[in-house]
């Protein structure tokens, strides 16, 4: 079994910054993509980021310029950091890692932006 836990979220003012973490702990042979989702209240779930191994990051257009997304493959951890938040980046932010063709997701962590 695979286990991810996020942390990094919370109440943050407009044009701020946040930086998610999700570690994966278990049964972990290969991981072949991390990834960032995002899910915001009546919408549907959509894609922030994704950093493939051995890859280049992949971003959603309207995100590019202000989040980055990085990994530490020795932790078994992606980050995402994101600037100059806005309320529409409000949500729930799902992590995903892509093992052997199958994706683990976590738990979610709430990002809020307001003043």
């Known amino acids: 079994q695979v286990q991810l836990v996020e942390s990094g979220g919370g109440l943050v003012q407009p044009g701020g910054s946040l930086r998610l973490s999700c570690a994966a702990s278990?049964?972990?042979?290969?991981?072949?993509?991390m990834g960032w989702y995002r899910q915001a209240p009546g919408k549907q779930r959509e894609l922030v980021a994704t950093?493939?191994?051995?890859?280049?990051?992949n971003y959603a257009d309207s995100l590019k310029d202000r989040f980055t997304i990085s990994r530490d493959s020795a932790k078994n951890t992606v980050y995402l950091q994101m600037n100059s938040l806005t309320p529409e980046d409000t949500a729930v932010y799902y992590c995903v890692f892509v093992i052997r063709y199958t994706s683990y997701w976590g738990q979610g962590t709430q990002v809020t932006v307001s003043s």
């Open positions: 950093i493939p191994t051995g890859g280049r990051a």
């Open positions: 278990g049964s972990i042979f290969g991981i072949d993509i």
